[in-house]
Each structure stands twice: as structure tokens, then as C-alpha cells.
């Protein structure tokens, strides 16, 4: 059973930073990650990429975030983090950490899936 797990949301002043974790459990059941990322969502708009890492190790991240976020991943703790920077008031949304992966059911790899975080709060005031 796979779960993404969030934390680190919380509220800043303009200028301030956040660090999002994002850590996956039931690592038995995962036979790959093609790819992680962060999205957000404010009231009354539509969830939107902020940032994306694949397999080829390529991080691409929205232009309203570039030079002020930061993806990583710590393999061996099966996290990703978000490191937020130089924040701002358009910030401010539910974050959501995002993965697709294949699992694996103990015979076969399974088909690809996608599977989502439960959302942290991030709210910058100014």
C-alpha cells in the first residue's frame, strides 16, 4: 500500500521560506518511480505544476517559482523535499506531492500509476 506522506506547510511573511517533505511509505509494493513533483492549488483556480523530477534526473520547475524553489530527494529515506525561498503572497496554496510508479504485486510489475499527497498548507502574508 502506497502513501505519500506531507509536511512542513505552515504561515510566513512575504520574504520568508518553508521546507516541504514528502515521504513514501510501503516501499514493498513499489518497483519503480518514473517520476515525482510538487503541485499546488489555490481557492478558486486549478491545480498547477510547480515543479517536476524524472528519471533522467531533470527537475523542471514553473517559471513563477524558478531561482526561488528547489526540488531533492534523499533516495535512501524515500523522501523529496521542497526548499521555498524569497516567498511571496501568489504563493500561498494547498501543496501536493505527486507520484507515478509502477508497483510491484510480489510476480509482475503492475501498471503505472499516479498517486497524490494529502496536501499541506502554505500561506505567506505580507
Known amino acids: 500500500q502506497v502513501q505519500l506522506v506531507e509536511s512542513g506547510g505552515g504561515s510566513v511573511q512575504t520574504g520568508g521560506s518553508l521546507r516541504l517533505s514528502c515521504v513514501v511509505s510501503g516501499s514493498g509494493n513499489i518497483f519503480s518511480i518514473d517520476s515525482m513533483g510538487w503541485y499546488r492549488q489555490a481557492p478558486g483556480k486549478q491545480r498547477e505544476e510547480v515543479v517536476t523530477f524524472n528519471a533522467n534526473g531533470n527537475a523542471n520547475y514553473a517559471d513563477s517559482v524558478k531561482g526561488r524553489f528547489t526540488f531533492s530527494r534523499e533516495s535512501a529515506k524515500n523522501a523529496v523535499y521542497l526548499q521555498m525561498n524569497s516567498l511571496r503572497p501568489e504563493d500561498t496554496a494547498v501543496y501536493y506531492c505527486?507520484?507515478?510508479?509502477?508497483?510491484?504485486?510480489?510476480?509482475?510489475?503492475?501498471?503505472?500509476?499516479?498517486?497524490w499527497g494529502q496536501g499541506t498548507q502554505v500561506t505567506v502574508s505580507s
Open positions: 505527486n507520484a507515478n510508479l509502477r508497483g510491484w504485486d510480489g510476480r509482475r510489475v503492475t501498471a503505472p500509476a499516479t498517486y
